[in-house]
Every structure is written in C-alpha cells, then in structure tokens.
C-alpha cells in the first residue's frame, strides 16, 4: 500500500496540477458550449457548474494518478508492484509535459533525502546517456568508448551474473581514464561519483605506508562488503592500480572470482571494478605511432593491435607488483582497454568543452594558443599531447575577460 499523504508533498503535486498545459485533462474537463443564444440564466449557470464540476472531478483523479506515479518513485518498497495506479479520467493521458514535470518533482525530492532504505533506489543505468557522454564529450577514444559501454551494459542486464566486472584502464595521464570512470558514475547512479554505492580508492592517497598493508587489507575487504550489504548494485574505482600493494590485490581475489548463487531465483549483485593505470602507456603509444607512420589513420587501429602487447607489457612490467598479481595471472580482469594518446585537434576539441562548461565564449583562435601551450612528443614527430588534456581547464584562465 502507499504511504499516507505528507502535506508538503500535495502542496507539491497541487502546484504540478496547476503548471500542466490546456488540454491535459481531455475533453471531459472542459465546460460544455452553449447551444444557442436563447440559453440563458438559470440553464446557463447549470451548465457552468456542471463544467466545472467535472474539471475538479478530473483534476481530482489526475493528482490521485500522479500522487501514485510519484509514491511509487520515491518508495517503492511501499509500493506492490502488482497494485496498479488509480484510473486515469476518460480521454486522459500523461502527456510528455506532464511527464517530465513528474521526472523533476522526483529528482528534486530525492536530491537532499533518500527515497528507499537503501542505495538502490538511486541506481539509474542510463545507458542512452552514458553512450551520448561517451560519443560527445570523450575526445580521440574510439575503442575505449566501444568497449565500456558494451562491458558496462552487457554485464548490468545479465540476469545472473555469476562474478564481477574488472575492467582496467591503461593509458597515458591526462588521456581519460577517471574522466571515463567519472562518466560510468553518473550514468549509472543518480548521485554520481558521491553515490553511497561508489568507491574510490587512491593507491598513494589511501593505501601509503607498505608497512601497513594488513590493516589496508581489512580497511578494503570490510568497506567493499558494508557497500554490497548496502546496494545491490556497486561501483569501486582503483586508482593508480600500478601501486598498489600485492597483497591489496590478493585481498581482492574473492571478490572477482566466479561464485555460485545461493538461490537461483534470488536477484544476483552486481560488482564493476574499474581499475585505473598509467601502465602500459608508453606500449600503447608505440604502437599507435608505428601505425601512423604506416599510413593507417587513427580510427582503424583496433583491439587486436594492441591488447596483445599491452598485456604482455604489464606482465613484464618490472616497476609494478600488478601484471605478477593473482588477478592478471588467473585472468580476474575481463578487459584491459587501451588509451590512446591525445593529439593536438583532440586538445581543442577539450579547450572548447572547458569554455562550453563554464558557459564562456571563445574563438577559434583561443582554442588554437590553449593546444599549443602542451607539449608533444616524441621530439621529432610532436604528434602526442604528453599531459593529454590534463591541465587544459586550468589553461582558459588566461582567456577569460
């Protein structure tokens, strides 16, 4: 059953009532017109209350309808989902308006409390928008854009997946890497990387004395299950993987190994680990620049130029614990998704988002003196941005007014 009425939420849903365009309440809640000149005081006052009182006989069934949409949004676990809402009026629909009105109402509501006992309430998964964030505002990334959305969306609508998603990025800095990870965030959860079912773990910031990695490991084990006992859907970001200790990584081993359900028919979690590396970068970035020197163009490089050497790379990595770690050696990560370095069009293309994001104006001349500030490699070719598009946000403060 829903919940009883909160008087500032009908306040709410009155104002909603009254914002909703002419004709949404269809033909019944419109006053009769008059069929002549003839009709006239007492048939025309009849007339103008029977109108009106079938307006408020709609406008009635139409907040009841929306007061259900909206309980069910907000509580759901108040809500039976074989109970369907109350009867619309005859000739009533929710029209696109409406609709989005009722989308606002919920997100403004659930932007400063809660609106179930647990994070999963606040789960959105929307990929349509994670895709359009990746195809617009990643810049140069054609395979990183086609494998995490593929990943992301193919594991979240397995119906029993029996292990967790471990993605690990390489690349240069400044290349993408958290701003992909920060993308994932704010698709799949409506508070984005500050969501009670998001971590992030910096190896340097979180993890810093080696001599205290037993303590890190049971710091790491009990926060991964206090979050999957408070969401049924998580996210943990691990960032500068590279340094983290062996025994951090061992302390993840049960979490990304294969498990077999308890009960078949019980909602399995879900688990994406994402981790972020810049190792490997100079491995990627070789074989990018062979293939540009041989005449292919930057979109046709694909996955089975460079996986091969990228994971042989960060095996033999001798500066890094992580290629010898059980996750790699037993094939824990289910892909390593290479980041291309950025060139200098890809640079532009970040200084003009960075002037778009805090609504400036700029001109193509000040894109031009921001991309040319970077410094590019290697020394004969200058074909590579060696920080990305790191610091390039920083850089458009010498263009403003």
């Known amino acids: 059953m829903l919940r009883g009425p909160r008087s500032p939420l009908w306040l709410l849903l009155l104002l909603l009532l009254l914002l909703l365009p002419p004709g949404t309440w269809g033909d019944g809640g419109r006053a009769r017109p008059r069929e002549g000149a003839e009709e006239a005081g007492s048939a025309g006052s009849w007339s103008a209350f029977q109108g009106l009182r079938e307006r408020l006989r709609a406008a009635g069934a139409l907040c009841r309808r929306y007061w259900a949409l909206f309980s069910c949004r907000v509580w759901p676990e108040g809500c039976r989902q074989d109970e369907e809402p109350p009867a619309r009026p005859p000739g009533w629909s929710l029209p696109l308006l409406g609709q989005q009105y009722l989308d606002i109402l919920t997100t403004w509501y659930c932007s400063f409390q809660d ?35 593929t990943a992301a969306r193919g594991y979240l609508e397995l119906p029993q997946p029996d292990k967790a998603l471990a993605l690990s990025f390489h690349g240069w800095s400044g290349t993408g890497k958290n701003f992909v990870a920060r993308m994932l965030a704010e698709n799949l959860y409506r508070d984005g990387l500050r969501s ?22 049971e710091q790491l084990a009990g926060q991964i299950r206090k979050t999957q006992e408070h969401c049924h ?3 943990f970001i691990l960032d500068e ?23 078949p028919r019980a909602k399995s979690p879900r688990t994406i680990f994402l981790f972020l590396s810049n190792l490997g970068g100079n491995i990627i970035n070789e074989v990018v620049l062979n293939l540009l020197k041989a005449g292919w163009s930057r979109e046709e490089i694909g996955m089975e130029h460079l996986e091969p050497q990228l994971q042989a790379g960060i095996v033999e990595a001798t500066d890094s614990g992580f290629g010898h770690s059980c996750l790699v050696k037993e094939n824990l990560i289910d892909f390593f998704i290479p980041f291309l370095p950025l060139e200098y069009r890809h640079v532009r293309l970040c200084a003009r988002d960075a002037f778009l994001s805090q609504e400036l104006l700029y001109t193509e001349e000040a894109l031009d003196e921001i991309a040319k500030m970077m410094v590019y490699v290697p020394k004969e070719e200058q074909l590579f941005s060696s920080q990305g598009c790191k610091s390039v946000s920083q850089r458009i403060n010498y263009f403003m007014p």
């Open 196 to 217: 009670d079912c998001v971590k992030v773990f910096v190896a340097t910031l979180h993890f810093p004395h080696h001599k205290y990695v037993d303590l890190y490991q």
């Open 241 to 263: 993987a590279e340094k983290l200790h062996p025994g951090l990584l061992e302390a993840l081993r049960p979490h990304l190994e294969r498990q077999v359900p308890e009960n």
């Open 233 to 235: 859907q998580t996210l």
């Open 115 to 149: 609106c179930c006992d647990s994070g999963d309430c606040r789960i959105v998964n929307n990929f349509t928008g994670l895709e359009a964030d990746l195809r617009v505002r990643l810049h140069g990334q054609h395979l990183a854009r086609e494998l995490v959305l």
